[in-house]
């Protein structure tokens, strides 16, 4: 039976800021984050913004052309936890007015999760195929301030669709795993910004790729001049030409950068979505000007910590008329440009659940988090 990704559709936030003002606030090179991690901007979420609503707003924009009743799962993924034992799909069930005959759940480990997210409801449709599972990656990436990784920030969410016969992608059974302890990045429960052993993240990603490259190799036969377009988890875009280099280094074939470059078009403009980033690659990719019709993607998810996956899908017949890259262009393009100060503000503003407070209306999204009462956190759908 094929099982895929049947709709797929994004959400970001209300703010951008430029790196290049980034850059001149902090007396660094501008060529450093364009060149050096090949990013431009990030997305800034106003304060009443979060990973319920980006997702949320992500799934409400699919929901709005598929029939919700045919949905008996909503998996959410993220790193980005908003409470400790809720899961935040159950706070989007409810903004978006699913039926109750629903299982939902949220899964972590850091952005790999999106992809655990994806195969559980990959296999729950091959168990009942008459049914649809809402999968949504939905995540803020925060850094602390003069940290190695506040270039790298970002924040964005994809929602997608997975179903029998899909409209858009078959994810080919077999993938290659790999799981390793590794302390790269990890942000302990008391903290609302992660640890990150930079240098040694960089290792462990690369050391995960050619791991779970590996292991689909070994399980399957399968050469990468097999694939036609790469997309690899992009915490920052260069960090996918670095795998792009090393898997090629290690299969000792030539592999161009033209293989990858339509992925990071999207990654440039929102920065790391961790659980998202991957998601934002293949929405790139499906929405270039290429006719990818029965051409096989060859995508690698990377959570630090480490567990990462490689695994391919097959780009459906007719798949361009399902797609709606309009969306993207409008949540990247209606952004809001603020200055480093105004960016600053906002990270310095951060505000737990140990208080009772109001945010103030700023979004225009279709979902709000509008504060904290009795540690309950709250949220409105216009
Ligand atoms: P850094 O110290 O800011 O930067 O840390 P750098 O000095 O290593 O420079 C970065 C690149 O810019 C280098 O290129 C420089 O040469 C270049 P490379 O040698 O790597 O090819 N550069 C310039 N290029 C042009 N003109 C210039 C110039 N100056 C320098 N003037 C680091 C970089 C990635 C460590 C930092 O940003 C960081 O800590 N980021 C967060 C961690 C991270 O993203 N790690 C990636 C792998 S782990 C992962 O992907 C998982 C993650 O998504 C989380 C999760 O799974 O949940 C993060």
């Known amino acids: 039976m094929n099982i895929g990704i ?71 993924a993220t790193e980005t936890g908003i409470d400790q ?35 559980t409801a990959v296999n729950h449709v091959a168990r009942y195929p008459e049914d649809q599972v809402l999968v949504i990656t939905s995540d803020v990436a925060r850094y602390a301030v003069d940290s190695g990784g ?18 858009l992608v078959v994810i080919e059974p077999q993938s290659g795993v790999f799981t390793a302890d590794v302390n790269d990045f990890w942000r302990p429960n008391d903290s609302s910004t992660p640890f990150v052993e930079g240098k040694l993240s960089l290792d462990a990603y690369l050391d995960a790729t050619i791991g779970a490259w590996d292991d689909l190799a070994a399980r399957r ?31 000792g074939v030539e592999l161009g950068s033209e293989l990858i470059e339509e992925s990071m078009t999207y990654n440039r403009r929102i920065g790391n979505s961790y659980t998202a980033s991957l998601y934002f690659g293949l929405a790139a990719q499906l929405h270039g000007n290429e006719d990818l019709a029965g051409k096989r993607l060859g995508l690698f998810s990377y959570g630090s910590g480490s567990v990462a996956e490689f695994f391919t899908a097959v780009v459906q017949p007719g798949y361009t008329e399902h797609l709606h890259p309009e969306t993207v262009a ?42 904290v009462t009795d540690r309950v956190r709250q949220y409105e759908a216009r």
């Not at 050469?223 to 299969?251: C, G, Y």
């Not at 009772?356 to 225009?364: I, M, R, S």
């Open 6 to 76: 049947h709709d797929l559709d994004v959400a970001t936030t209300h703010y951008v800021l430029k790196l290049d003002s980034m850059a001149e606030a902090l007396g660094v090179d501008p060529a450093k984050y364009q060149l050096g991690l090949g990013q431009d901007e990030f997305s800034v979420p106003a304060p009443d913004e979060d990973v319920v609503t980006m997702g949320a707003h992500a799934a409400k924009r699919l929901l709005d052309r598929n029939d919700p009743s045919k949905i008996r799962m909503v998996l959410f």
């Open 150 to 167: 506040e270039p790298t920030q970002g924040a964005g969410a994809v929602a997608m669709l997975v179903a029998a016969d899909p409209n």
């Open 330 to 371: 409008e949540s990247l393009d209606s952004r809001e440009e603020i200055t480093f100060e105004q960016y600053r503000d906002l990270h310095n503003a951060y505000v737990g659940e140990s208080e009772n407070y109001e945010t103030a209306t700023v979004t225009d999204a279709p979902f709000r988090f509008t504060g």
């Open 221 to 251: 036969d399968l050469n990468v001049s097999d694939i036609h377009r790469f997309m690899h988890h992009q915490p920052f875009t260069k960090m996918a030409r670095k795998a792009h280099t090393k898997l090629a280094e290690h299969v």
């Open 85 to 119: 034992s809720k899961a935040a799909g159950v706070f989007v069930h409810g903004l978006l007015g699913l039926p109750t005959a629903v299982r939902t759940v949220e899964f972590k480990q850091a952005c790999y999760s999106g992809t655990a997210a994806l195969q």
